[in-house]
């Protein structure tokens, strides 16, 4: 059964599958929010200058959520290996609740789309569907791009 994730303040937040929530930035007071919410693991596609002084590694810490930082600063970062990095940590979460964020939950989609390209072999058509389901936006031109290349 879906958490009731209507009182947490995140920008785009998208409940996907079962156990996968994605969405933009998460301030201390949300991420008090997800903890208490019972949501066990936190993937933060920020990179650290967009955090804005907040020690979100810190605080998940003390919070006890398994958190893990896989900065996504540009479309350089848009690649195979972080791809493959994010197909491992959702595979290690298993059934627990993750949340999965960004700043605004765009480059969480685009990364969600060249996983589901590059690894999860749907067609390029197919990865673009999904990665707009977890929130590609601004970023899909070059996701297109990036899938045309191979």
Known sequence: ??????SLSIPNLLHIAPNEYVGGFVSPESLSEVAALGFTHII?????HEHGGFDEAAMAAELGLYYVHLPIVG??????SNAEALD?????VGETPVLVHCMSGNRVGALFALR???LKGMSHDEALLEGRRYGLTKLEPLVVQLLQQG
């Open 116 to 118: 589901a390209a590059w």
């Open 1 to 6: 059964m879906p958490m009731d994730t209507s």
């Open 75 to 80: 479309g350089h970062d848009l690649n195979r």
């Open 88 to 92: 491992a940590l959702l595979a290690s």
């Open 44 to 48: 933060d596609m920020l990179p650290e």
